[in-house]
């Protein structure tokens, strides 16, 4: 189910919508090049291979490319798979299965917000052994943005105080916690924690952040790939 952004109608017509077991599909096939994509960042980013190997490598990534690049989405388009703001996200730098960027971040809801689960790889280091501490904020900030999508008040992040206590350890797996703790109008206060299962007692990221729901008149020009109901324009 979507929950929608409120705005104003859309002119344009739906494409023909593809049918869920085209979509089934279309997410296999994407979340299976996503799962190459991030072995193949893992390994660019572990190996000592020669330098030989490394330009061999190189050309032969480059052929792959030049497979992807003829039929493409506009910038603003929502891909037909995605439930947006409130579902899948198949391309996110943090939940998205077709995304190599993305640990991903599995998502699953709690009695009073959501809790994600992922494991960071050395992609994502930032000390040595430990994780970025942008990435700690990419996911929290993601999980906060999707407790207020859950919570019914999809916004944007205008404010994300975060608060380091001790470094997250690579290749553990961690859990993150998200919560909406009140709102004022069109804003929404969140709270979220990052600690790794093994010891959920200990905080070893804490985040605050505030979300705004846009203006309703502001919701078709900064998302144009949305229609009224909510629904992708098309993929
Ligand atoms: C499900 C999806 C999960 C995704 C999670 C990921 C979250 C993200 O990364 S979002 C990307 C990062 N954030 C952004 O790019 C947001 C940039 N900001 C904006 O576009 C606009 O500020 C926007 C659209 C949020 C609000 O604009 P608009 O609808 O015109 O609201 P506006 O009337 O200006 O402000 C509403 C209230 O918020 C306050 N406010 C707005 N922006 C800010 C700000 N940057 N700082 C502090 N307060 C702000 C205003 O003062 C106002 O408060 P009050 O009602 O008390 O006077």
Do not use: W
């Not at 942008?134 to 916004?155: F, Q, T």
Request: glycine share 12%; aromatic share 4%.
């Amino acid at each position: 189910m979507h929950t929608s952004f409120t705005g104003p109608p859309a002119a344009d017509t739906h494409p023909t919508p593809a049918t869920a077991e085209e979509l089934e599909r279309h997410k296999a096939a994407i979340t299976r090049l996503g799962n190459e994509l991030r072995a193949l960042v893992e390994a660019a980013v572990r190996t000592a291979a020669t330098p030989d190997t490394l330009h061999r490598v190189a050309e032969g990534v480059r052929h792959v490319t030049g497979q992807l690049t003829g039929r493409r989405r506009a910038r603003a388009d929502i891909p037909e798979v995605d439930e947006f703001p409130a579902g899948t996200r198949i391309y996110s730098p943090v939940t998205g299965a077709g995304s190599p960027l993305a640990p991903p971040l599995r998502v699953t809801p709690t009695d009073d917000g959501l809790i994600g689960h992922c494991t960071l790889g050395i992609a994502h280091e930032g000390p040595p052994g430990y994780g970025h501490g942008g990435m700690s904020a990419m996911l929290l900030d993601e999980l906060m943005g999707r407790a207020c999508a859950a919570a019914g008040a999809p916004g944007l992040t205008i404010s994300l105080q975060m608060r380091y206590h001790r470094p997250v350890p690579l290749e553990t797996p961690l859990r993150i916690l998200a919560r909406v703790t009140g709102t004022d109008h069109r804003k929404s206060f969140v709270t979220g924690s990052i600690t790794t299962e093994a010891d959920p007692a200990t905080d070893l990221v804490t985040a605050e952040g505030v979300f705004v729901a846009p203006d309703p008149r502001r919701v078709r020009a900064l998302f144009p790939g949305l229609t009224a109901d909510g629904d992708p324009a098309g993929g």
